[in-house]
């Protein structure tokens, strides 16, 4: 391939992207810049996160829901919910374990959402809850 044939196989990919993207709602095009903003950065979390299956409440100001945790880290946690939500929201959650003694109750906000649920990031570190995590 020639560099003329691929410059002209490039710009056609960035056409056809444009054009998908022109096509997106407003709602849909802030999600896959969230996407391409985390696809450019190296790794950024701070904690490892944990696969896990545990139930959670949780509620913004207005709604309470019960849905389940995925994976979890000290600094946040991934919800699987069909539920749409916005990104910034607070939200407070209490969740346990069989492996720890005591519930943990904690609040954080909606840092992205997804098709298949919400990461929320912790406003505070816990020390329980590194207990707990610990003990998964």
Same mark, same amino acid.
């Given at each position: 391939?020639?560099?003329? &044939?691929? %410059? $002209?196989?490039? $710009?056609?990919?960035?056409? %056809?992207?444009?054009?998908?993207?022109?096509?997106?709602? @407003?709602?849909?095009?802030?999600?896959?810049l969230?996407?391409?903003?985390?696809?450019?950065? =190296? @790794?950024?979390?701070?904690?490892?996160?944990?696969?896990?299956?545990?139930?959670?409440?949780?509620? &913004?100001?207005?709604? /309470?829901f019960?849905?389940?945790?995925?994976? +979890?880290?000290?600094?946040? /946690?991934?919800?699987e919910?069909?539920? =749409?939500?916005? +990104?910034?929201?607070? +939200?407070?959650?209490?969740?346990?374990?069989?492996?720890? @003694?005591? =519930?943990?109750?904690?609040?954080?906000?909606?840092?992205?959402?997804?098709?298949?649920?919400?990461?929320? %990031?912790?406003?505070?570190?816990? %020390?329980?809850?590194?207990?707990? +995590?610990?003990?998964?």
């Amino acid at each position: 391939m020639t560099y003329s &044939d691929q %410059q $002209s196989k490039e $710009s056609t990919t960035t056409v %056809q992207l444009i054009e998908l993207i022109n096509n997106l709602s @407003e709602s849909q095009q802030r999600e896959l810049l969230s996407m391409l903003n985390d696809w450019q950065r =190296p @790794e950024q979390r701070k904690h490892s996160r944990k696969g896990c299956f545990m139930a959670v409440d949780y509620a &913004d100001r207005d709604r /309470v829901f019960k849905d389940f945790i995925k994976n +979890i880290s000290a600094g946040g /946690v991934f919800i699987e919910t069909n539920t =749409p939500f916005s +990104i910034g929201k607070g +939200i407070s959650l209490t969740f346990s374990s069989s492996n720890y @003694e005591r =519930p943990i109750k904690i609040t954080g906000k909606i840092v992205w959402t997804g098709t298949l649920g919400i990461g929320v %990031q912790f406003k505070n570190e816990n %020390q329980d809850l590194h207990a707990m +995590i610990k003990a998964l």
